[in-house]
C-alpha cells in the first residue's frame, strides 16, 4: 500500500534566498557610478522625507507608539526631534520619504521605488553608530549607508525585472520589505544562516494587497505602506539576529509556500504551469545595475508613468492658457503600463487618488504651467472644477512602440505625448517626450536639478546657513562617505 504521509525532511534553503543573502554578504562594489549615484539618491531622498513634513496628514503618523518613551540611543527622524527605537523609526522615515510620491522610482515588470529602503538602513544605521561610540568602537559611517542603498536597489530591482507582484494582486512593498530586510540583518552583523532565516521570513510574512493603490479605493495607505515594510523588516532582522529559526522552504514548499500560495491567481493555474515557470526568474545577476539606472523625479511630485505627459503639458500650457474654454479634446498617447496603472475616469476622493491619475496630472500643468504637491489636497481641486472639465476631454491611447521602449531593458522609456485639438478645428503640435529629465540618459542635465530641489527642500525645515551646510556636505563624495552616520543625522534634526 502507499503511504500518503510525506516525508519530514527539512530542506535545503530556497535557491531564491540563497542567491540575495550571498549577494549582500559578500558582493563587493566597484562601480563608482553607483556610489556617485547613490549619494544623488540619498539627497533627493531625504529632501523628499523633509517636504512630507509639511502635511499633517503624514506627521500625525509619526513619533513614538507611547507618548514619552525614552529609547537609549534612539534613531532620529530626520526634521523632527523624535528618537525612536529603531523599529518606529524605520517606519516614520520610511513614510515621510514615500508620503509625496516625489522619491526615486524602478520600473519594469513590477514598479516601485527602491529609496523607500532609506527607512530600515537610516535607522539602523543611526542607532548602531550611536550605541557603537558609546561603548568605545568606531561609528558607522555613511559609506556603509550608500552601500546598504545600493545593494537594496539592486535587490528590489533586480527581482522587479521580470516578475510580477501586481499582475496577482501584490503590492510591491512586498519588495521593500524583501530588500530592506537583508541590508539590516547585514548592517546588524547577520551571518549567512542568520541572512537567510530573517529572509525566509520576510517571504513568509503577510504581503499586502495593491487594493489600496487603485481605484475605486486608492488612498493614504499608499503613502505608507513601504514605511511599513521597513518597520517589519528591521523587525524580522532582528528576530533572526535573535537566534530564531528560518523556514527554508519559504517560497518553494507545495501547498504552503510563497509560490502556491500568492503567486498565482489560483491553483489550477499552478498545476498547469512546469516547476520553473512557477519561480522567480532573473534578467541578470546582481550588482548595481539598478542604482545605476534609476530614475529620479525632479521636476513633478507624480507617480512616473506621467512624469513625461507632466512635462509636454507644461510645454502646451503658454499655447492654451488662454484658449482653455475653446479646447474640443486632448489626446494622450502613453504606454501600456500607465493606461493600467493610472488613466481614471470619474470622481477622485482624495489626494492619493488624484496623483495615481493621469488626466488630473496633465489637466493642472496645462492649466497653470506647474505641478507641485499642494495641487493634490482637497481645497486645490475644490476650487478650480475646470480641472475636471479638461479630464472629461482627454482621450488615452497607447503607442505600441513606447509600451516596447519602455520594457526594452538598453531603453528604459517612460514615453508620453499630448496633443489639445480647439472647436475652431485648429490644434497644437503634438509634443512627446520619452525620457523624463530624471532619467539616465538625462542625468547630467538632472543633477543640477536634483541639487536645487535638494537644496528647496531642505529649506522648509531648516535656515538656509544649515541648509547650505548639509549641501555642501553631500555634495562631496569622499567627505560625505566617512562622515559618521550619527553626526550626519545631527544635522538633520531639530
Known amino acids: 500500500m502507499m503511504s500518503t504521509v510525506e516525508a519530514n525532511v527539512r530542506p535545503d534553503y530556497d535557491a531564491e534566498l540563497q542567491k540575495i543573502a550571498d549577494y549582500v554578504l559578500n558582493y563587493r562594489i566597484a562601480s563608482d557610478e553607483a556610489w556617485d549615484t547613490a549619494r544623488l539618491c540619498l539627497m533627493d531622498t531625504l529632501g523628499c522625507g523633509l517636504l512630507a513634513l509639511r502635511f499633517p496628514e503624514c506627521t500625525k503618523h509619526l513619533g513614538p507608539l507611547v507618548e514619552g518613551t525614552v ?37 519594469a515588470a513590477e514598479w516601485g521605488h527602491p529609496s523607500d529602503n532609506l527607512g530600515a538602513i537610516l535607522a539602523v544605521a543611526d542607532h548602531l553608530s550611536q550605541k557603537r561610540v558609546a561603548q568605545g568602537e568606531a561609528p558607522l559611517v555613511m559609506r556603509d549607508v550608500l552601500e546598504a542603498m545600493i545593494m537594496a536597489h539592486e535587490i528590489q530591482g533586480v527581482l522587479a525585472l521580470e516578475n510580477s507582484f501586481n499582475r496577482v494582486g501584490l503590492d510591491h512593498v512586498v519588495l521593500v520589505k524583501v530588500a530592506s530586510t537583508a541590508v539590516a540583518a547585514r548592517l546588524l552583523g547577520a551571518d549567512r544562516e542568520q541572512m537567510l532565516a530573517a529572509l525566509s521570513h520576510a517571504w513568509v510574512d503577510g504581503q499586502s494587497l495593491r487594493t489600496y493603490r487603485h481605484a475605486p479605493n486608492a488612498g493614504s495607505r499608499k503613502s505608507w505602506a513601504a514605511g511599513d ?10 528576530i533572526a539576529l535573535r537566534g530564531e529559526m528560518g523556514v527554508p522552504g519559504a517560497l518553494t514548499a507545495s501547498q504552503w509556500g510563497f509560490y502556491d500560495v500568492l503567486f498565482s491567481h489560483t491553483n489550477r493555474d499552478l498545476a498547469t504551469k512546469p516547476d520553473e515557470e512557477r519561480r522567480f526568474r532573473f534578467q541578470r545577476e546582481f550588482g548595481s545595475y539598478v542604482m545605476e539606472n534609476i530614475l529620479f523625479k525632479l521636476s513633478f511630485p507624480a507617480e512616473f508613468h506621467a512624469q513625461t505627459a507632466c512635462e509636454a503639458a507644461v510645454t502646451l500650457h503658454p499655447l492654451v492658457k488662454g484658449r482653455l474654454d475653446e479646447i474640443e479634446r486632448i489626446v494622450i498617447t502613453t504606454h501600456e503600463s500607465a493606461i493600467r496603472i493610472i488613466s481614471k475616469e470619474g470622481d477622485l476622493a482624495n489626494p492619493a487618488d488624484r496623483d495615481h491619475c493621469l488626466q488630473y496630472m496633465v489637466a493642472v500643468p496645462l492649466m497653470l504651467g506647474e505641478l507641485n504637491a499642494e495641487h493634490y489636497e482637497d481645497d486645490f481641486h475644490v476650487a478650480h472644477p475646470e480641472i475636471d472639465t479638461l479630464r472629461g476631454k482627454m482621450e488615452v491611447v497607447e503607442e505600441p512602440r513606447y509600451t516596447r521602449d519602455y520594457l526594452d531593458p538598453e531603453k528604459r522609456s517612460i514615453a508620453n505625448a499630448i496633443q489639445v485639438f480647439f472647436t475652431d478645428g485648429t490644434s497644437t503640435e503634438q509634443v512627446a517626450v520619452e525620457y523624463p529629465i530624471g532619467h539616465r540618459r538625462r542625468r547630467k542635465e538632472g543633477i543640477p536639478v536634483l541639487e536645487e530641489k535638494f537644496r528647496r527642500n531642505l529649506e522648509t525645515r531648516f535656515p538656509r546657513a544649515r541648509s547650505e551646510r548639509i549641501v555642501t556636505l553631500c555634495q562631496d563624495q569622499q567627505g560625505l562617505e566617512a562622515t559618521p552616520v550619527h553626526r550626519f543625522m545631527d544635522l538633520l534634526v531639530i
Open 71 to 107: 529609547v537609549p540611543h534612539g534613531a532620529r527622524v530626520p526634521g523632527t526631534s523624535f528618537r525612536l527605537d529603531p523599529v518606529k523609526a524605520a517606519w516614520d522615515i520610511g513614510a515621510i520619504v514615500r508620503w509625496l510620491d516625489y522619491n526615486d522610482t524602478w520600473l
Open 229 to 238: 515594510a521597513t518597520s517589519r523588516a528591521v523587525r524580522l532582522a532582528d
